[in-house]
């Protein structure tokens, strides 16, 4: 009777045994495969409109294009033009002068600033978000405001003026020698805080185990940073400078709001060169050969930082 009544029941029983497995494969399909379906969009999308571009726009200045494209292969004598041009060359000058000092301050002001607000001041919180401000604004209007700011009939020199300082002078801006550092200044002031939230986020992440261990054997504050702090934050650095990099090569509309690239070309910039050689003069291949020239800069500086970042990584640095 029993053997009757279990005979029915093992179909069921081996159905049920059957499911948890179904499931489990189900799952392990769908872990393999859902990611790649919610990111093939957004890769076939970067493969077309990054790097499928890239190749288009390196493809144009190896033409005679024009005002229209002309895929006909026409061999390097667009980087020959490129390289015959006073003002490319003038731009490029430029660009080694507002990356250099961009750089280089906008880490000096940055560390500093993280440094003093790292020893729990006062209104911490209050002093952050102000420094943190001027990155919420955008490249355009920083510019505009440091051409209101330094405009010698508006700005800086005529309030000074007005307080009596009838000597003091700061023409920087309409100042042809000069009007590159215009630049500098208004991107520090745009970009520093930023170095300096990303710089703290590394300072508050340090052990305090390390420094109270270096302050019992007597080692003073400044020297705790200069040799304990400061080192640990090499991946800190490593971000920073990308950024930075990233930002000064690729830097056309804070220049724009800001000069123009002028008086003249004098704070030309190849982001300008290329955007008006390109769509203004008609001239795309030529446009095209300093993108080109843009992006090799833009590996110059990637690929020495990744090079020293990896081998950090793999000497346990």
Wanted: glycine content about 8%; hydrophobic content about 55%; some cysteine.
């Amino acid at each position: 009777m029993s053997a009757t009544t279990a005979t029915p029941a093992s179909p069921a029983a081996a159905s049920a045994a059957r499911a948890p497995a179904r499931a489990s494969r189900f799952a392990g399909l769908a872990d393999t495969w859902l990611p790649r379906l919610v990111l093939s969009p957004t890769i076939i999308a970067s493969l077309v409109f990054v790097y499928g571009f890239i190749g288009l726009t390196a493809w144009l200045s190896l033409t005679d294009s024009r005002m229209m494209p002309n895929y006909e292969y026409a061999g390097f004598g667009q980087y020959a033009n490129l390289f015959e041009i006073d003002r490319w060359w003038t731009a490029a000058a430029n660009l080694g002068i507002f990356g250099g000092l961009f750089i280089l301050v906008c880490l000096a002001i940055g560390l500093t600033m993280a440094i003093l607000l790292d020893q729990r001041i006062r209104h911490e919180g209050a002093l952050r978000a102000i420094y943190l401000y001027p990155m919420a604004l955008s490249f355009i209007v920083t510019g505009a405001a440091w051409k209101w700011i330094l405009n010698p009939g508006l700005g800086l020199e005529k309030m000074m003026h007005d307080w009596g300082f009838a000597n003091f002078s700061f023409d920087w801006l309409v100042n042809s020698d000069m009007s590159i550092y215009t630049v500098v200044i208004a991107g520090v002031w745009q970009s520093s805080g930023f170095v300096m939230a990303l710089f703290l986020a590394g300072l508050r992440g340090v052990d305090d185990a390390i420094i109270k261990a270096a302050m019992v054997d007597g080692a003073s504050l400044p020297t705790i940073y200069r040799r304990i702090v400061i080192p640990s934050l090499r991946p800190v650095f490593f971000s920073v400078l990308l950024v930075l990099a990233h930002i000064a090569i690729k830097s056309f509309d804070l220049v724009m709001a800001l000069t123009a690239g002028g008086p003249g070309t004098s704070s030309d910039v190849p982001a300008i060169f290329m955007y008006q050689f390109s769509f203004t003069r008609g001239q795309l291949g030529l446009g095209a050969a300093s993108a080109m020239m843009m992006l090799a800069t833009v590996l110059a500086v990637l690929v020495p930082l990744m090079y020293m970042e990896t081998k950090g990584a793999r000497n346990g640095r």
